[in-house]
Nanobody, 124 residues
């Protein structure tokens, strides 16, 4: 079992920045590939950024490329999402997920564990 807890969400004006954190506990964090997803009201959960277990490979959706950066610290069992130049369309609940066998997966159904989510609201 892996327990994930997101933090760092909030209300920010367009153009601003936020840094999300996802702290993991339970099984060996470095065994898991991690992903950040988001879900806006009435929409499906979509992949934002992913990182492999060692932190040597990342993926970012086209909609956030150049603005968001995913990273991880295996010594602190934490994955981060630095979000810059935020836009109103980035407004959503952001979730981190952990998958043992699917590095860089953008499919939510391939993730084994999820956090409770953190709300990000970007005002125009």
């Amino acid at each position: 079992q892996v327990h994930l807890a997101e933090s760092g969400g909030g209300l920010v004006q367009a153009g601003g920045s936020l840094r999300l954190s996802c702290a993991a506990s339970g099984r060996t964090f470095s065994d898991y590939h991690m992903g950040w997803f988001r879900q806006a009201p009435g929409k499906e959960r979509e992949a934002v950024s992913c990182i492999n277990s060692r932190g040597t490979s990342t993926y970012s959706a086209d909609s956030v490329k150049g603005r968001f950066t995913i990273s991880r610290d295996n010594g602190k069992n934490t994955v981060f999402l630095q979000m810059n130049s935020l836009k109103p369309e980035d407004t959503a609940v952001y979730y981190c997920g952990a998958t043992r066998y699917w590095p860089m997966s953008t499919r939510a159904d391939q993730y084994d564990y999820w956090g409770q989510g953190t709300q990000v609201t970007v005002s125009s």
